[in-house]
């Protein structure tokens, strides 16, 4: 059984940063695309970032070029972080992280192409 886990989030004021981290468990002998989603009250799940099944290629939205970067520890991504900088109070959401096997990136921004997913961890920035 497959299971991710998100840890890092907390409450922050505008400018700082935090580094949030998604473990993957269970089967962990092929490597996953991983993706972050966050979700804030009244709004629909946005994609943040997503890294391919073989590391090389990184993907952002648009609200969060420049200021996020999302890292692999491992070949398999199965520690996976997401370093964001200068938040903003708009940045307060619970961050998903979400995983597949699916070594496409054709769809990474999709959150229904992936099929294992966190609990997620809350994100406040205060202003």
């Known amino acids: 059984q497959v299971q991710l886990v998100e840890s890092g989030g907390g409450l922050v004021q505008a400018g700082d940063s935090l580094r949030l981290s998604c473990a993957i468990s269970?089967?962990?002998?092929?490597?996953?695309?991983v993706g972050w989603f966050r979700h804030a009250p009244g709004k629909e799940r946005e994609f943040v970032s997503g890294?391919?099944?073989?590391?090389?290629?990184?993907?952002y939205g648009d609200s969060v070029k420049g200021r996020f970067t999302i890292s692999s520890v491992n070949t398999k991504n199965t520690m996976v972080h997401l370093q964001m900088n200068l938040l903003k109070p708009k940045d307060a959401a619970v961050y998903y992280c979400?995983?597949?096997?699916?070594?496409?990136?054709?769809?990474?921004?999709?959150?229904?192409?992936?099929?294992?997913w966190g609990p997620g961890t809350q994100v406040t920035v205060t202003s």
């Open positions: 269970g089967r962990t002998f092929d490597p996953y695309r």
């Open positions: 979400a995983a597949t096997l699916t070594q496409s990136v054709a769809d990474v921004r999709n959150e229904k192409a992936y099929d294992y």
């Open positions: 890294i391919s099944s073989d590391g090389r290629r990184l993907f």
